[in-house]
C-alpha cells in the first residue's frame, strides 16, 4: 500500500501508530484518507450487486414513473462521478505540467467515479424494477458519508495547522463531494410513489410495509401508526390492513399442495403412476389422492421446499447476529484493560464505549428482521396446513370419518396447525446452538487455555441427561393428546346432545365421564411439568456449574493461574452468551416432540383414504338411461360387510323412481352409491348429468335463507321465486323476521323440522340439475305439505317432471304415480317395476300394502283424500326438531322454537309465532335483520384485575406468594456469587497472586447451588398451582355449562363453547404457568442489572429515570394494540372451525351439488381474515423489540461511558461486574416486556372460561330438603292449573292460563296446529321451561319445589330426534349402570332390536358412532323406545317421531306402547292421527289455550278443529 503513495505530494506511510492510536489527538494518514477509507464504500457497493440484480431479477413489482425525486438523485450521481472525473483530469494534468501525483490519486477517483456512476444507473434499474426505497443504495451513501467525515476534520485541522490550504482545488472537490454524498443519503431516506398497477392501487386499506422505506422497515416504523391508533382507541376488524399476496391463503395452501402432490409422485411405485395417469381429478383433489406406495410420502419434506427461500433468508440474518454477539465480550476485555491501564488516552475508552453501543444495535436490528421473516414464515406455515386438511376433509371416505370424530379433525387444524407454528421460529437454534458453543469456546480457550474442556465436558454430559427427560416427555405429550382428543370428543357429543340429556336427566353419567378423562389429563400434566421444572434446574445450574467448573480448574492447575477482572468477566459474558441457546434449547427440544407428535397425526390423517372420483362413471351410460348400476356391490368401509350386494338397477331418463323397504334395508346407501359416497366392491354405477341431492336430514348452512337455497348460484329471479313457491315456502317467509334474508342459524336451529327440509328441497329444485337424489324428504312435512310438494315438485306434474328423480319414501299414498319402485330388504333388490305389475305379482309389496291400505278398494289410492300414512297430521314445532343427526357432533344446538312455521296451517290463516329462537334480546334487536347468532364479542381495553386476582385465587394466594419470595431469593444469590468473583478478581490486580483459593471457589459454588436449588423450588410451586389452577376452572366451567339452560345452548354456537373446553384450556394448562416463571425470571434479572450498574456506578441513576418512561411509554403504547390484536385473531379464529365442521357435516352435499371449490375459497377467506390480526401482531412485537432494545443498548452505553469517566475512581472488577450485567439488559427488558403481554394476551383464556363459569343456570338437580317420596309418583296424575308459560321474560305467553286434569293411567293424544304450544307443554312437564304464573301437579305434588333430576328421572320422554352418544350400545341404554344384562335384552326384544343386537360380535357392547352414525334413523328411533322401556316410569311422553320408521315397524312400536305402558299416564304428541284414536282422550291446543278436550268420538260427533283434522287425514 505504501508504494501508492510513497511518491509525489503525499509521501506518507500507509499507516502511523504513533498517528493514529498513542495520542490524545488521533488522525489517519493521508495515503490511509485517501485509500482504503475511499474504497471501502466502493467495495461494498461492488460485493453486493451482483446478489442485489439477480434478488431485483426475480422481484419485479411494476414500473414508477420517473418522478422528480428520482430526477434529483440522478442529477446527484452524475455530478459525483463528474467531480471523481475531476479529480481525476487534475492529476493527468498536474501530470503532464511536471508534477508527479501519487498513483493513489489517479486509482481513487478512478474507482470512485465507476462506482457514482454504477450508483446512478442503479437507480433508474430499481425505478423500472418497481423498487420504492432502495436498502442497498442508503447503506452505500451512509458508508460514503462516514468514510468521508475523517478527511473531513483532518483536512481542516491541517489547514489550521499549517495556516495556508496546501492543494485548493482536491479541498474544494472534496467538500463539494462531501456535501453531494450528504444530500444523496438524506434524497435517499425518502421513497419513490408506489408502482402502476399495483395492490396499493385498488386496495382501500393495504399493507404499509409493502411501499415502506428502507429506514421505516429496518426500524419497523411503518407499525407505528397502527400502534397510535389502536392506543387511541381499541382497534377494530376494519383498522386492520389487507393481507400481502404472498400472504393470501390462496398462494399459500397452492404452493405446499404442489409439493406435496410431488412428495407423493415420488413416493407412490411405477404401478400407483400409472393409475394417475389415465385420468386426472381436478387438481388438488388428485394431489391429496390416495394409492398404494413404496414408502410414505413426508408432508415434512413438503413444507420444507415450500418455504426453503424463506428459510434462507431467516438463517442469513441469524448468522450475522450469532457472529456479532461475540464482539461485545470482546470489547469489554480491551474496557476492562483500558480501565487497569491508567496512561491509555482517554478518547479509547469513548470509542470502546460507542463501538459496544453501535455492536449492540446491530444486533438488535438483524435479529428483527430474523424474527419478523421467520415469523412470517410461521405463519404461512399454519395457513398451508389449514388449507391442505380442509381440503383433505372434503375428500374422504365414509370410513375415515367414522374413525376420526369432528372433534379430532378440528383438533388437527386448531391445535396441530398452531404447534408448528410455535415450534418453526426456533429451528434454526439447532445449527446456531453448536456454532455459538463452537465460537464460545474457541474465545474462551484463547483466555483460560485448556481448562474450558472442563467446561465443555460438563455441558456434554448433560445432553444425555437432558434427551431423556425430553423422550419421557414425548411419551406423556402423545398419551396426554390422546386423553385431550377423547374429553373434546365427549364434550363436542353432550353439546349435540344436551337436550337429551336435560330430558333423561344423563348430566350427572357424562359429567363423570369428562371428570375422569380430565383427571387423567391433569396428571399427566403434572408428571410433563415436574420433568420441565428439574430440566429448568439443570438449566439454570448449566450456565454457572460450567462457569465455575472452567474457572475452578484454572485456578486449581497451577499456582500461576491468577484470575483477575479480566479473564473473569470476559469467560462470564461469554457464558452468558451461551446461557440463551442453552435456555431455548429444552424448550426446543419438548416443542419438537410436540410437534412431531401433531406432524404424525397431520399425516396420518393426509394419506387416509379418498372417495375415488372414478367409482361412479359420468360420461358413458347405455343410451336412454340416467342411472346404472350393474351387478354393484357396496360397503361403508373396507372391514365391513357389503350393504348392498349384487344390485341390478335401470332408471331411464325422465323417470320417478321411488325406493321403498323396512329400516334398516339400505335404502339410503343406495342413494350414497350413487353419488359416490360409498366404497365399491364390485360393479359399475354410472350417472349422466348434474345431480341435486336432498338428504334425510337437512344440512343448512349458517347463512341467510336466500343464500341456503341459492348454494352459491347466481340469483334467477324467476326461477328463485319458483322454488319457494313449489316448497310451500312463500307462507314461511312472511313469517320470519327478516324474510328470506333471514339468518338461519347453526343447524337451521330457528327453523322446524319441515322448514329445514322444505329448504333442502328448493336448493335441488332451483339448481335445476338432470337428476334428483331424494332421500325421503317427505317424511318431515304435514300430510298437506306432503301431497303439496309431491303434485308440485316431485310428482308427474310437478316442475321436475322430465327429469330423472329417485325418490325414497315410507308414504305408499304417492306410489301410483311414480313410474317404478325399487323394493329393497337386506341390502338387495327384491322386486322392482310399475306399482299395478308389483300388485299383480302378489310378492311381499302386494302383501305389505294390503295389510297399510285402510280401504280395500285400490282405486281410493288414487283419491286424492286418501291417507298419507307417512305423515297425516305433523305438527313438527321446532321444540323437537328431525335435527341433522349426521355429524351432530359440535354444532348441533337443540332448540326452543323455530322463528315461525307454516306447516300444519291446512285451512285456517297462518299463526303467527312470537316465540322466536333466542334470548328475547336478539330477537328485539335484530327483528329488521333476522339475524340471530349474537357475535361473539371480543372484549376491549385492558384485561381488569379481577381476571389476574381469579387466577392468583386459582393457584392459590399463599403459593403465588411463595413463589415470588424464591425468585427474589435467586436473584440475590446470583448477584451475591457475582459480587464475589468481582472481588475475587480485585484482589489479584492487587498483588497479583491469589490467596485461599479453595475458600473463594467453595462460597461461589454455595451461591450457585443456592441459586439453582431456589429456581427448582419456585418451578415446583408454580406446577402445583398451576395445575391446581387448571383442575379449578376447567371443573367450575364444566359444570355451570351441564347446569346451563336449554336456551343458552340455543343461542351460542356450539363452536363457540367447544373453544373455550379446547383453546383456552389448553392454554391455561400448558402455556399459563411457563409465561409467568419466564416474566419473573426476566422481572428480577432487570432488577439486579440495575441494582449492580448503580452499585458500581452511581451516577448511572440519573438515567436510569428517563429511560425508565420511555421504556413504560413505549409499553403501554404496545399493550393496547398488542392485546386488542390478540382478542381479534381469538374472534376470527372461531368462524374457520365452525365452518370446517359444518363442511364436515355437509361433505356429501357439497360433493353432490360441485361445491366443494367454492367452500375452499371461502374457507381461505376465514383464514385470511384471521391472518390480517396475526400479521399486525407478529409486528407489534418486532416494533417493540426495536423500541424496547434501543433503551437496553442506552444502558449498554451509559454503563460503559460512566466507566471511562470514572476509571479513576473505578476497580477493573467493578467496571467488569457492571457492564457484563448491562449487556444482558438487551435481552431481559424485551423478553419482560414480551412476557407481560404474552401474560396478558394469554390471561384472556382465563377471562374467557370465567365469562361462560359465571353464566346463569337452571334450578338445582336435587334439593335436599324437598325430595319427593321413593316410590312417587304413584298413579301418575297430572294437574296443570292456571299455568302459563313464555320462553323468556319480555316475551308474549305460549300458553296461557292452562287448566287440565289428567287421571292416572289416561293415554292422552295432544294435538294442534302449528305454534299451539303441544310442544312447549311437554317440555313444561319436563322443566325445560319454567312457569311464568301458575303450577304443575303430579301425584299432588307442586314439580317447581323439587330437584329437576327427581322430577326428570320419574318421567320418560321419547324424543323426536332419536339421539345417541359414541360407546357401547349398553352406555346408550343406561349410562348409569342400574338395570341389568336381563333387563336390557328383554327391552330390545320389546323394541324389536334384538335381532339386530345379536348379529353384532359385540353385542351389548356394540359401538355406536358419533350421532349413532353407523345405525340407520329408524333404528336410533327404537333404541330410543328401548330407553323408555327399560326406565318404566308412570307418566310416558311420546313426541312421536316415527316418521323415519317404515308402517310396520311402526305399527309394532304402537302395540309396544299399548302393552307394556298399559297402567302409565301417555301423553304423545300425535303426528299421525290413526295412532290416537284409541286414546281415552284428545287434547286440542290452539295458540297456548285448551280449545277442546274429550275422546275421540265425542269430538268427531262435535265436529270442531279436531273433525276438521280427521276429515284432512281421511279418518272422518
Not at 383433505?392 to 391445535?415: C, F, Q
Not at 414425548?474 to 382428543?485: G, N
Not at 333423561?504 to 420433568?531: H, T
Amino acid at each position: 500500500m505504501d508504494t501508492l503513495c510513497s511518491s509525489g505530494e503525499i509521501g506518507s506511510k500507509f499507516w502511523d501508530s504513533n498517528l493514529s492510536v498513542y495520542t490524545d489527538n488521533p488522525d489517519l494518514t493521508p495515503c490511509f484518507q485517501n485509500s482504503l477509507l475511499a474504497w471501502t464504500p466502493c467495495v461494498y457497493l461492488w460485493v453486493a450487486l451482483p446478489f442485489y440484480l439477480f434478488y431485483l431479477k426475480h422481484h419485479h413489482r411494476g414500473y414508477i414513473i420517473l418522478s422528480h425525486l428520482s430526477r434529483l438523485k440522478t442529477g446527484l450521481g452524475v455530478l459525483l462521478w463528474c467531480i471523481s472525473w475531476a479529480d481525476l483530469f487534475y492529476s493527468f494534468h498536474s501530470l503532464i505540467h511536471g508534477g508527479a501525483p501519487a498513483p493513489v490519486f489517479f486509482v481513487t477517483p478512478l474507482v470512485v467515479g465507476i462506482t457514482m456512476l454504477l450508483a446512478t444507473l442503479l437507480i433508474q434499474y430499481e425505478r423500472l424494477r418497481g423498487v420504492q426505497s432502495s436498502g442497498v443504495l442508503i447503506i452505500f451513501w451512509f458508508l460514503c458519508v462516514v468514510c468521508a467525515i475523517i478527511p473531513f476534520r483532518s483536512k481542516i485541522l491541517s489547514a489550521i495547522a499549517e495556516g495556508k490550504i496546501s492543494d485548493l482545488f482536491r479541498f474544494t472537490t472534496f467538500y463539494i463531494y462531501f456535501a453531494l454524498v450528504l444530500c444523496a443519503l438524506i434524497l435517499s431516506c425518502f421513497r419513490e410513489k408506489s408502482p402502476l398497477f399495483s395492490q396499493e392501487s385498488d386496495d382501500p386499506n393495504p399493507c404499509p410495509e409493502a411501499s415502506a422505506g428502507f429506514l421505516s422497515r429496518l426500524f419497523f416504523w411503518w407499525f407505528t401508526k397502527l400502534a397510535i391508533l389502536g392506543y387511541r382507541q381499541p382497534l377494530k376488524e376494519q383498522d386492520l390492513w389487507s393481507l400481502n399476496d404472498d400472504d393470501c391463503s390462496q398462494r399459500v395452501v397452492q404452493r405446499v399442495l404442489e409439493a406435496w402432490q410431488k412428495q407423493q409422485k415420488q413416493d407412490v411405485g411405477p404401478k400407483a403412476t400409472e393409475t394417475f395417469g389415465k385420468k386426472g381429478p381436478p387438481e388438488d383433489e388428485a394431489l391429496l389422492r390416495s394409492t398404494p406406495r413404496s414408502r410414505e410420502p413426508s408432508f415434512l419434506r413438503a413444507l420444507l421446499t415450500t418455504f426453503t427461500s424463506s428459510i434462507l433468508i431467516s438463517g442469513c440474518f441469524k448468522l450475522i447476529r450469532d457472529l456479532l454477539s461475540f464482539v461485545n465480550p470482546q470489547l469489554l476485555s480491551i474496557l476492562i484493560r483500558f480501565i487497569s491501564n491508567t496512561e491509555a488516552p482517554t478518547w479509547w475508552g469513548f470509542l470502546l464505549a460507542g463501538l459496544m453501543f453501535v455492536s449492540s444495535m446491530m444486533q438488535s436490528l438483524i435479529l428483527h428482521q430474523y424474527y419478523h421473516c421467520i415469523f412470517v414464515t410461521a405463519l404461512r406455515l399454519r395457513t398451508a396446513i389449514t388449507g391442505v386438511i380442509y381440503r383433505k376433509a372434503l375428500v374422504i371416505t365414509s370410513s375415515v370419518k367414522r374413525e376420526s370424530t369432528v372433534g379430532e379433525m378440528v383438533n388437527l387444524m386448531s391445535v396441530d396447525a398452531q404447534r408448528f407454528m410455535d415450534v418453526f421460529p426456533f429451528l434454526h437454534l439447532l445449527w446456531s446452538t453448536p456454532l455459538q458453543i463452537i465460537l464460545a469456546i474457541y474465545f474462551l480457550w484463547q483466555i483460560l487455555g485448556p481448562s474450558v474442556l472442563a467446561g465443555v465436558a460438563l455441558m456434554v454430559l448433560l445432553i444425555p441427561f437432558n434427551s431423556a427427560v425430553a423422550v419421557k416427555m414425548r411419551a406423556l405429550q402423545v398419551e396426554q393428546m390422546k386423553l385431550k382428543d377423547s374429553r373434546i370428543k365427549v364434550m363436542s357429543e353432550i353439546l349435540g346432545g344436551i337436550k337429551v340429556l336435560k330430558l333423561y336427566a344423563w348430566e350427572p353419567s357424562f359429567l363423570n365421564q369428562v371428570e375422569g378423562i380430565r383427571k387423567g389429563e391433569l396428571w399427566l400434566l403434572g408428571k410433563g411439568a415436574y420433568l420441565k421444572a428439574i430440566s429448568t434446574f439443570v438449566l439454570v445450574c448449566t450456565p454457572f456449574l460450567v462457569t465455575l467448573a472452567t474457572l475452578g480448574v484454572y485456578v486449581c492447575v497451577d499456582p500461576n493461574n491468577v484470575l483477575d477482572a479480566e479473564k473473569a468477566f470476559v469467560s462470564v459474558s461469554l457464558f452468558n452468551i451461551l446461557k440463551v441457546p442453552l435456555n431455548y434449547l429444552p424448550q426446543l427440544i419438548s416443542n419438537l416432540t410436540q410437534t412431531s407428535v401433531s406432524l404424525k397425526r397431520i399425516q396420518n390423517f393426509l394419506i387416509q383414504d379418498e372417495l375415488d372420483p372414478q367409482c361412479v362413471e359420468r360420461k358413458n351410460i347405455s343410451p336412454g338411461n340416467a342411472i346404472t348400476i350393474h351387478s354393484g356391490s357396496f360397503t361403508w368401509a373396507q372391514d365391513l360387510p357389503p350393504t348392498l350386494h349384487s344390485l341390478n338397477i335401470q332408471v331411464p331418463k325422465g323417470a320417478l323412481v321411488a325406493v321403498v323397504g323396512p329400516v334398516g334395508c339400505g335404502k339410503s346407501s343406495l342413494v350414497s352409491a350413487l353419488l359416490g359416497e360409498m366404497e365399491k366392491l364390485e360393479g359399475t354405477v354410472s350417472v349422466k348429468g348434474s345431480v341435486a341431492y336432498v338428504p334425510q336430514q337437512a344440512w343448512i348452512q349458517n347463512c341467510t335463507l336466500q343464500e341456503n337455497v341459492l348454494f352459491g348460484r347466481a340469483m334467477n329471479p324467476k326461477r328463485y321465486q319458483q322454488a319457494l313457491e313449489t316448497c310451500a315456502l312463500l307462507a314461511d317467509l312472511k313469517m320470519l323476521p327478516g324474510g328470506d334474508q333471514t339468518e338461519i342459524g347453526e343447524k337451521g336451529i330457528n327453523l322446524s323440522g319441515g322448514q329445514r327440509q322444505r329448504v333442502s328441497l328448493a336448493r335441488a329444485v332451483y339448481s335445476d340439475a338432470d337428476i334428483f337424489l331424494l332421500d325421503d324428504p317427505l317424511s318431515a312435512v304435514d300430510s298437506h305439505v306432503a301431497k303439496h310438494i309431491f303434485d308440485q315438485v316431485i310428482g308427474p306434474q310437478g316442475v321436475l317432471a322430465g327429469k330423472t328423480r329417485v325418490l325414497v319414501t315410507h308414504g305408499i299414498s304417492f306410489l301410483p304415480q311414480t313410474d317404478a319402485i325399487i323394493v329393497l330388504a337386506d341390502g338387495q333388490v327384491t322386486e322392482m317395476g310399475h306399482y299395478s305389475a308389483l300388485l299383480q305379482h302378489d310378492g311381499s309389496f302386494a302383501n305389505f300394502l294390503r295389510n297399510y291400505v285402510p280401504n280395500e278398494d285400490q282405486k281410493s289410492l288414487e283419491d286424492e283424500e286418501m291417507l298419507l300414512i307417512d305423515d297425516t297430521f305433523s305438527t313438527k314445532t321446532a321444540m323437537t326438531d328431525n335435527e341433522s343427526v349426521t355429524y351432530e357432533v359440535r354444532k348441533q344446538l337443540m332448540r326452543q322454537m323455530s322463528a315461525m312455521s307454516s306447516e300444519g296451517e291446512g285451512q285456517g290463516e297462518p299463526v303467527l309465532r312470537r316465540h322466536l329462537s333466542q334470548s328475547e334480546k336478539v330477537t328485539q334487536v335484530t327483528k329488521e335483520t333476522g339475524v340471530l347468532i349474537q357475535e361473539e364479542k371480543a372484549e376491549t381495553g385492558t384485561v381488569k384485575l379481577s381476571v389476574y386476582l381469579d387466577y392468583a385465587k386459582a393457584v392459590g394466594l399463599w403459593t403465588t406468594v411463595a413463589i415470588c419470595f424464591l425468585y427474589a431469593g435467586q436473584s440475590a444469590a446470583s448477584i451475591g456469587a457475582n459480587i464475589w468473583l468481582s472481588n475475587w478478581a480485585n484482589e489479584a490486580t492487587m498483588d497479583k497472586k491469589q490467596n485461599n483459593t479453595f475458600q473463594r471457589l467453595g462460597v461461589y459454588a454455595a451461591f450457585g447451588f443456592l441459586q439453582g436449588l431456589l429456581v427448582m423450588l419456585s418451578s415446583f410451586t408454580m406446577v402445583m398451582g398451576g395445575i391446581q389452577a387448571a383442575h379449578l376452572l376447567h371443573k367450575a366451567l364444566l359444570y355451570n355449562k351441564m347446569r346451563s339452560p336449554q336456551s343458552f345452548f340455543d343461542t351460542t354456537p356450539s363452536g363457540r363453547i367447544l373453544n373455550r373446553f379446547s383453546k383456552d384450556i389448553y392454554i391455561i394448562d400448558e402455556v399459563l404457568a411457563p409465561t409467568i416463571l419466564l416474566l419473573l425470571s426476566s422481572f428480577y434479572s432487570s432488577m439486579s442489572t440495575l441494582v449492580v450498574i448503580v452499585t458500581s456506578t452511581p451516577i448511572f441513576s440519573v438515567v436510569i429515570l428517563p429511560l425508565a418512561v420511555f421504556y413504560a411509554f413505549v409499553q403501554r403504547f404496545y399493550t393496547a394494540t398488542s392485546r386488542q390484536l390478540k382478542r381479534l385473531e381469538s374472534v376470527s379464529r372461531s368462524p374457520i372451525y365452525s365452518h370446517f365442521s359444518e363442511t364436515l357435516t355437509g361433505s356429501s352435499v357439497i360433493r353432490a351439488y360441485g361445491r366443494s371449490q367454492d367452500f375452499k375459497v371461502l374457507s381461505d377467506s376465514k383464514v385470511d381474515s384471521n391472518q390480517k390480526s396475526c400479521y399486525p401482531y407478529i409486528a407489534s412485537n418486532r416494533w417493540l423489540g426495536i423500541h424496547v432494545e434501543f433503551v437496553g443498548n442506552l444502558v449498554v452505553l451509559f454503563a460503559a461511558l460512566f466507566a471511562v469517566i470514572g476509571r479513576s475512581s473505578l476497580n477493573p472488577g467493578l467496571v467488569g461486574l457492571s457492564v457484563s450485567y448491562a449487556l444482558e439488559m438487551t435481552e431481559v427488558l424485551n423478553w419482560m416486556i414480551r412476557m407481560m403481554s404474552d401474560l396478558e394476551s394469554n390471561i384472556v383464556a382465563v377471562e374467557r372460561v370465567k365469562e361462560y363459569s359465571k353464566t346463569e343456570t337452571e334450578a338445582p338437580w336435587v334439593i335436599e330438603g324437598s325430595r319427593p317420596p321413593k316410590d312417587w309418583p304413584l298413579k301418575g296424575e297430572v294437574k296443570f292449573q292456571n299455568y302459563s308459560v313464555r320462553y323468556r321474560p319480555g316475551l308474549e305467553l305460549v300458553l296461557k292460563n292452562l287448566t287440565l286434569h289428567v287421571r292416572g293411567g289416561e293415554k292422552v293424544g295432544i294435538v294442534g296446529r302449528t305454534g299451539a304450544g303441544k310442544s312447549s307443554m311437554t317440555l313444561c312437564l319436563f322443566r325445560i321451561l319454567e312457569a311464568a304464573e301458575g303450577e304443575i301437579l303430579i301425584d299432588g305434588l307442586n314439580v317447581a319445589n323439587i330437584g329437576l333430576h327427581d322430577l326428570r328421572s320419574q318421567l320418560t320422554i321419547i324424543p323426536q330426534d332419536p339421539i345417541l352418544f359414541s360407546g357401547t350400545l349398553r352406555m346408550n341404554l343406561d349410562p348409569f349402570g342400574h338395570y341389568s344384562e336381563e333387563d336390557i335384552w328383554k327391552a330390545l326384544e320389546l323394541s324389536y332390536l334384538h335381532t339386530f343386537v345379536r348379529t353384532q360380535p359385540a353385542g351389548l357392547d356394540f359401538q355406536c358412532s358419533e350421532g349413532g352414525e353407523n345405525l340407520s334413523v329408524g333404528q336410533r328411533q327404537l333404541v330410543c323406545l328401548a330407553r323408555a322401556l327399560l326406565r318404566k316410569s308412570r307418566i310416558l311422553v311420546l313426541d312421536e317421531a316415527t316418521a323415519a320408521i317404515d308402517l310396520e315397524t311402526d305399527d309394532l312400536i304402537q302395540a309396544t306402547i299399548r302393552t307394556q305402558f298399559e297402567n302409565c299416564t301417555v301423553l304423545t304428541i300425535a303426528h299421525r292421527l290413526n295412532t290416537i284414536m284409541d286414546y281415552t282422550r284428545i287434547l286440542v291446543l290452539d295458540n297456548g289455550i285448551i280449545a277442546e278436550f274429550d275422546s275421540p268420538t265425542n269430538l268427531l260427533a262435535a265436529g270442531g278443529i279436531f273433525y276438521g283434522m280427521a276429515k284432512d287425514a281421511g279418518l272422518a
